[in-house]
Structure formats: structure tokens, C-alpha cells
């Protein structure tokens, strides 16, 4: 009996990209792009096959900061020398144009500048086949869990480190949140018993608005932050950053249960998500 499967040879590639914006500080201004980074990764094996980052010089350098809030950040003496985004489109279409289009929060953000930057170039935007926007995805199947649907949360929440608001290194933090979240619902949704997860109604969650009737604050409703909206919260089946140990309870549940073949296929396709 032959137990290999087919696949799309020719599925679309997948690229994880992210920007770096100025924060429009009344109405009417627009978003600058200050940095591109993607990375070009398989369909079905999610093996990285290019990458690529800039900076951008805006038209105007004063929208810049002097000095960053954060201490990853882009100021105006990075990007005094950079190239504007009329140099680098060619090669930002290319690498965007006719692949799936992946990232955290692109849908209401990223999608949204790139169209506003071609623009402002007179150039035909890339267009995607595909949108995977991560913080739909993960907030409906994953939850918030991990206290809200931040990146940094999300990251912090598995032990990759802070998140460095810096493009390329955003982009693949994403993928392995990602990969995260997807080994973690994959052993639930196999050992439900296990790793049992409600979702319930949590009165300790307050958004902005129920607090205090204020609407979100710039940062969060100008750049990627998630929208606070969402009242509820998952409860959590282990320690946060411990993904590590439930990954050993299941090997020693694994090791118990020799010879099963539902568990001995957990294991094989386990190993798989993990590597």
C-alpha cells in the first residue's frame, strides 16, 4: 500500500513581511515607510529561500524622530542615507507580486501602506494570491492566552526573546510564533484530555474604551497594534515560556504508550512541527 501523498508542486510561495512606518502625529498625515524586511519561505516545508531588508528615506526627513522610543528604533540619522522607496520598488514588487502574502496584523496595516506607498510613486501595487494574516488566525483558533495578541506577548509568551521592531527580525519571529502556536493546538487537538482549554469570559479583562470611554491611543491604532476589543481571554493549560516541558510530558506519554499507532503518529508528525 503506497502511503505517500500528493502535493501542489507549484503552490505558491509564502513571504512574511513586515514595515516600519512613521506615526502621524494629527489627521490628514500620512504614513512614511522607513523599512521593508520579508523572508521567502516553501508552502509545505517552510524553509526560508530569501530574505531581504532596506531602509527608506521619506521625501520628507523631519517626519523622522531625532531619537527612538524604543531602543531597536529608527531615527533620522539611520535613514538620512538610505534609498527612498522609488529606488527599492522594483525589488519589493518582485519579491511580494504573486505569492501568498503572510505576516502579523498586515490585513488592517501592512497591505493598507504598500498600497499608499506604490501610489505615491504612480506604480502598480504587487498583488497577493493569498492573505494569511497571523492575528486573525492565531486570535481565533489560539486565543489570548498569552494576554493579548501583541507579537511581543505571543513571543514572550513561547521564550523567543523580545521583539526588536526592526523588520526582518519581526518577520521571523512571526513564522516561529507561528510554528509555536501550531505545535501547541496540534497536541491539544490530539490529546484533547490532556491539554484540556476553555475559552470563559474573564471580568479582569478591561479594554480602553470600557475603562474610561477613551478611544485606543495613537500607538495603537496607528501602527500594528492589535485592536483592544476583545473582552475574553483563554485560559492557559501550562506556565507561560513552558512549551519545552509539555513537550517532554508528551515524549513520556509517548514512551508509556509503545505500540500504539495513533500515539506513534503523534510522534511522527510532532516531530515534524518541531524541527
Request: positive net charge.
Amino acid at each position: 500500500m503506497d502511503f505517500s501523498y500528493s502535493c501542489n508542486e507549484h503552490a505558491p510561495e509564502i513571504v512574511f513581511f513586515d514595515l516600519e512606518t512613521t506615526v502621524p502625529k494629527r489627521g490628514g498625515e500620512r504614513f512614511w515607510v522607513l523599512e521593508f524586511g520579508a523572508i521567502v519561505v516553501t508552502p509545505h516545508k517552510l524553509n526560508e529561500v530569501e530574505s531581504y531588508t532596506t531602509l527608506i528615506k521619506p521625501k520628507d526627513l523631519s517626519v523622522v524622530s531625532v531619537k527612538s522610543s524604543r531602543s531597536d528604533g529608527i531615527t533620522r540619522k539611520a535613514v538620512e542615507n538610505a534609498p527612498s522607496f522609488e529606488d527599492v520598488a522594483d525589488r519589493i514588487f518582485s519579491i511580494l507580486n504573486g505569492r501568498v502574502w503572510a505576516g502579523h496584523n498586515i490585513q488592517r496595516f501592512d497591505c493598507v501602506r504598500i498600497k499608499e506607498a506604490f501610489d505615491g510613486i504612480n506604480r502598480p501595487a504587487p498583488l497577493p494570491v493569498g492573505i494569511i494574516d497571523s492575528l486573525g488566525v492565531l486570535t481565533e483558533k489560539f486565543g489570548r492566552r498569552a494576554g493579548n495578541m501583541k507579537m511581543a506577548s505571543l513571543a514572550s509568551y513561547f521564550g523567543l526573546g523580545q521583539q526588536k521592531h526592526r523588520s526582518l527580525d519581526d518577520v521571523r519571529m512571526n513564522l516561529e510564533v507561528v510554528k509555536h502556536c501550531a505545535t501547541v493546538l496540534f497536541l491539544e487537538s490530539s490529546l484533547p484530555n490532556i491539554f484540556e482549554s476553555k475559552w470563559y469570559e474573564s471580568p479582569s479583562i478591561m479594554t480602553r474604551s470600557r475603562s474610561n470611554g477613551k478611544s485606543p491611543c495613537k500607538e495603537e491604532t496607528s501602527r500594528k497594534s492589535p485592536p483592544t476589543t476583545l473582552g475574553y481571554q483563554r485560559t492557559v493549560p501550562y506556565a507561560r515560556g513552558s512549551l519545552g516541558k509539555v513537550t517532554e510530558r508528551v515524549k513520556g506519554l509517548l514512551y508509556k504508550a509503545q505500540g500504539q499507532p495513533p500515539l506513534q503518529q503523534l510522534l511522527k508528525h510532532s516531530h515534524s512541527l518541531l524541527r
